[in-house]
């Protein structure tokens, strides 16, 4: 069966930078749904496209086709007593702005007396990589899958 619009597909994977850096040694398999439901990030669902079980990829991704560019405006310094006591280096917490809307997720990356610089970019934010990939297995999806847009059962992540 090949990789193609509502299937589910089940990779064994590893994710370096472009330097050989082990990034994600992919210790479980990943399953997705492919077809544009945002499993998976769009320049890998493209290159799996009539693939079959068994083939093996190699994908370069550029930052912007993966967690994009840094952007040095989303790291923040927020005054000490903003937060709790017991934070630690390393921390992550949903940011809430002004306006009462989450401006998504922040690392603590230095903490001083009165001070914390707090940082929006995910970690992988500028940073080019490779996925190498190995199509496990792929199935038709069932059409509770497809109308909820993602994977049921082992391996998947199942919220409702």
């Not at 330097?19 to 945002?38: I, T, W």
């Not at 937060?83 to 390393?90: A, C, Q, W």
């Amino acid at each position: 069966m090949q990789v193609k619009k509502n299937t589910v597909v089940t990779l064994s994977y590893s994710v370096t930078d472009p330097d050989g850096n082990l990034v994600d040694e992919g210790h479980d398999p990943l399953v997705y749904l492919h077809g544009g439901y945002d499993g998976i990030f769009p320049r890998i669902e493209e290159a799996l496209e009539g693939k079959s079980q068994g083939e093996e990829l190699i994908i370069k991704l550029q930052p912007d086709d993966a967690f994009g560019d840094y952007d040095a405006e989303l790291v923040l310094i927020e005054e000490r007593d903003s937060f709790p006591e017991n934070i630690e280096v390393g921390m992550q917490f949903e940011r809430v702005g002004d306006d009462g809307e989450e401006d998504g997720l922040f690392t603590i990356t230095e903490i001083a007396a009165d001070k914390v610089v707090i940082d929006g970019n995910h970690p992988l934010a500028g940073t080019a990589l490779v996925f190498t990939c190995k199509v496990a297995e792929v199935r038709d999806a069932s059409k509770e899958e497809i109308d909820h847009g993602h994977v049921h059962g082992p391996g998947a992540h199942h919220h409702h």
